[in-house]
């Protein structure tokens, strides 16, 4: 059904006011015909839910047990267009595989396509570009998928570990924020899973996608996790999309990654720098870690969320081999577990981690940023964390 119709003649209220409500209020103003538009930016007990018709939550905002009344962007952009979109989610990797997803398709098809959703700009501000021939990728994050009441046609579910527990104090209530991407898929519609995603309820016609097959391509991008991130990207655009296989390899090695994902920021000094900020779970440092031949260094630390760093912690007393600095206060949390090791230093934060590497790293070695932790609370976002660290590798 049409947005335009849902909300027509409708008493709306967005609840929140950042990308996503600022998207949506443009989009009702330019398209829709409502008998009300109201912001709103404080707590739940203070909305009057019968005064409106519809509760336009923005993604980022905790609240459970909500009424009918509440909806989302994600919510209404599916109920119009479910049938030409590819979600994505998956606690790593979601924002590579959608841009390779992307990429691949509009080299290997005759059809548009978007990259749309939490990699991007939010999905309404493409509405009138959209044709019935589009093909829209679309990047979910649990926050969006928290709530959605409707699912895509194609989806794709690429791996779970523990993330974002500060939101959703348990790993079952973050599984089942992500799984709703399927949850209310209908025969006839696909979905694409990484097999350490636990049991899934669906009616999709469903395609298991294994860290360990030994399918391989030739791509700039490094690291195993790559590889597993383009096995979807093969099957989704060969099996669905009838695009030729060799085509599909050709511009899967093209493709040359996100801003910093493992982003190789300069050699200074004969040290190798890689921006990997986008790193906020200890599977994505270990990644890193394992995907440059010539780590020497590497820069752990960030927001503390409570998340379980055992597995890194591990690692730190199984690698030696490397340095390790931890900073802010998960670095802190790790610092006591690993800090009588010789190879492990604290620091307080960014700039002193970025100092000390310099001292610390041998000339032909790489110094790696990869926090496995969030940025919040010290940075904007990762992206102004890796930018921050860019500029303090060229100093």
């Known amino acids: 059904m049409k947005i335009t119709e849902i909300l027509k003649g409708k008493r709306i209220l967005l609840w929140g006011y950042g990308l996503e409500g600022k998207s949506t209020e443009k989009f009702i103003n330019k398209y829709c015909d409502v008998a009300e538009l109201k912001v709103f930016q404080g707590k739940r007990d203070e909305i009057d839910e019968d005064a409106y018709d519809y509760i336009i939550k923005s993604p980022g905002i905790v609240a459970w047990d909500l009424s ?15 049938g030409q979109v590819i979600g994505i989610t998956g606690t790593k990797g979601k924002s590579t595989t959608s841009s390779l997803l992307y990429t691949v398709l509009s080299k290997c098809t005759d059809r548009p396509a978007l990259l749309v959703g ?19 990728v679309f990047e979910m994050s649990c926050h969006q998928l928290a709530h959605a009441g409707i699912s895509p046609h194609i ?11 500060d939101y959703y104090q348990t790993m079952d209530k973050y ?28 009616k999709a016609a469903k395609t298991v996608i294994s860290y360990d097959d030994p399918m391989h ?9 790559n590889q597993f991130n383009a096995r979807f990207v093969y099957a989704i655009s060969t099996q669905l999309f009838g695009c030729d296989p060799d085509k599909v390899r050709e511009a899967l090695g093209e493709f040359t990654g996100l801003r910093h994902r493992m982003q190789f ?8 720098y890689y921006d990997d900020s986008i790193s906020t779970i200890p599977e994505a440092a270990i990644a890193a870690i394992r995907s440059i031949p010539n ?9 503390d969320r409570n998340i379980d760093y055992d597995i890194l912690i591990d690692y730190i007393r199984e690698h030696g081999e490397y340095n390790y600095i931890l900073m802010y206060k998960s670095g802190e949390r790790i610092y006591k577990e690993v800090g009588t090791l010789p190879y492990c230093r604290y620091t307080e934060d960014l700039q002193g981690a970025v100092a000390l ?32 660290f860019q500029q303090l590798v060229k100093n």
């Open 68 to 82: 009918d009344k509440f909806t989302s962007m994600t919510d209404l952009f599916l109920s119009e267009f479910s």
């Open 118 to 136: 939490n990699i991007g700009l939010p999905a309404l501000d493409y509405y009138g570009s959209i044709t019935d021939d589009t093909i829209i």
């Open 155 to 165: 989806a794709v579910f690429l791996n779970l570990y523990e993330e974002h527990l």
């Open 175 to 202: 599984f089942r924020a992500k799984a709703n991407i399927t949850l209310n898929q209908k025969p006839g519609d696909y979905l694409f899973v990484g097999n350490n995603v636990p049991p899934l309820d669906t």
């Open 217 to 225: 391509f030739d791509m700039k991008l490094k690291g195993e996790h």
């Open 265 to 272: 920021a300069g050699n200074y000094d004969g040290v190798d």
């Open 295 to 303: 780590a020497g260094t590497i820069l752990l630390g960030g927001m």
């Open 357 to 388: 590497a310099k001292e610390i790293t041998p000339s032909g070695k790489a110094c790696i940023l990869s926090p496995a932790a969030a940025s919040y609370g010290y940075f904007k976002n990762f992206e102004e964390r890796g930018d921050v």
